[in-house]
């Protein structure tokens, strides 16, 4: 090789080395500026992951934060219940003591009129009280009122018969000459004056039945629907041209027997509702508003209309329902208690009663007002207080997407859904016990949801009732 060529190579091999230089020192910046994004990246890394730690424990408080809001949601709506029961029972309460207080200021009345009638300057003027409480009596026997100066004969308390001329001092002699004692005198006169409305009106029913008795059998049913307790007239409830409203005007008539009668709750009504009358459970005096029995059980089918619900349907002797309107009416003074009474198919039976009942009218959908829990069948009633009255063609319960008079096959006071469904489906097999869920004749605290009952029976009656046995007794 000659000299001219080596260093011709030589100088090529040296600017191989220096671009091999070039080349190594950018790979190095470059692998350097790797690094650094690398590093970089790594510390993002890790601040992403502080943050997500963050977040999840930031979620984890609001997951907490949100279950005490719930629970304390809960808890609201529970005390609210709570109130709105309390005031159910408040309102009772209060009633049971404007009772109290009538009964107190009718006394202290009566107190009063005795100790005036003892001052005898007052006897002229005391007498229109004494014919006052002979208005009845005057009216049904035909007499002349005192007001017209003159009265027909009639007997009074000593014996001593009036004349028709007699005037109003006459009256007055004669009452202050029957006894010494003024007081005595008027409450003898007033003694005198009720048992006479009581004959008077006895006579009247036993000619009333006695033109009645060659009519028909549905003429006699409609008889016994008919009369009404004259010895509770000026203390119960309104009567309506002498026709009965509710099962205990009946009996206190003197009927004692059970079983279909003809009442007339409204005000405005030709032909009246016909009703299971309960005379002899607990005293009796019970307006039957519901009924399953087994006779009939399964062929009434209680899945209903609203519109059948409000008028009512079924059949009155065995399995059927008031209906709302009816129930409503009754009840509207809120003075009203209800017992209902369960059968299951081992002839085991239970009672709920609750001394405060009021169905409100069909603008508040028959909204429940009940309270004041007694009995041994458990409470599965309350649960529904305050609630409207549900059918398969109008919900009002609190279900957002299901209607449970549809789910259950029934029609109730249903909520979110129910504990008690005695309108549900009547089942006789396998001795009431059924698989599918709570859509039979059911009440939770007795059976559970997957037993049907053999017999329900809800009545109604006023609670002062006992107090007008007792009256019509004396």
Sequence with gaps: ??????????MRLTEVEERLESELEMMNDRMDSVSEKIIQSSVSTQLLLDLSKET??????????????????????????????????????????EESLLIAVEETGNKTIYALRQDQQLQYQLLPLASAMRVDLEEEASLVPLGNGSIG?????????????????????????????????????????KNDRKKLKTQQDMQ???????????EKSKLQG???????????????????RTCEQIQLSGFTTSGVYRIYPFD????????????????????????????FGKRVDFERSWHEY?????????????????????????????????????????????????IANSSEKFRIHVADYSGNAGDSLAYHNGMAFTTKDSDNDLEKNVNCAQKYHGAWWYKSCHQSNLNG???????????SYANGVNWYSWHGYYYSLKRTEMKIRSRHFEAYLRESRE
């Design 1 to 10: 090789m000659s000299a001219a060529n080596f260093a011709k190579e030589s």
């Design 268 to 295: 405005i009504e030709r032909n009246g509702t016909e009703v299971y009358c309960d005379l002899h459970s607990d005293k009796g005096g019970w307006t039957v508003i519901q009924r399953r029995n087994e006779l």
């Design 310 to 358: 409000a008028v009512g349907f079924g059949i009155t002797h065995d399995s059927y329902w008031l209906g709302l309107n009816t129930i409503s009416e009754l009840t509207k003074s809120g003075d009203y208690e209800i017992q209902i009474e369960l059968t299951d198919w081992e002839e085991d039976v239970r009672v709920a009663k609750y001394a405060y009942f009021r």
């Design 226 to 244: 008919s009369l009404v307790s004259s010895s509770c007239s000026s203390s119960y409830e309104k009567q309506i041209e002498g026709r009965p």
């Design 425 to 435: 489906l009547y089942t006789d097999e396998s001795n009431g016990k059924h698989e």
């Design 153 to 193: 004969n009639s007997m009074q308390a000593d014996g001593t018969v009036l004349p028709e001329s007699t005037s109003l001092p006459a009256v007055a002699s004669v009452l202050s000459s029957s006894t010494a004692n003024t007081s005595e005198t008027v409450a003898v006169v007033a003694g005198a004056a």
């Design 56 to 97: 999840i424990q930031q979620t984890d408080k609001s997951v907490g934060i949100s279950n005490e809001v719930l629970s304390e949601l809960k808890s609201v709506r529970t005390e609210l219940g709570d109130v709105g029961q309390a005031s159910v029972q408040t309102i009772y309460n209060v009633q049971k003591l």
């Design 208 to 218: 009333d039945t006695t033109s009645r008795n060659s009519s028909s059998n549905n």
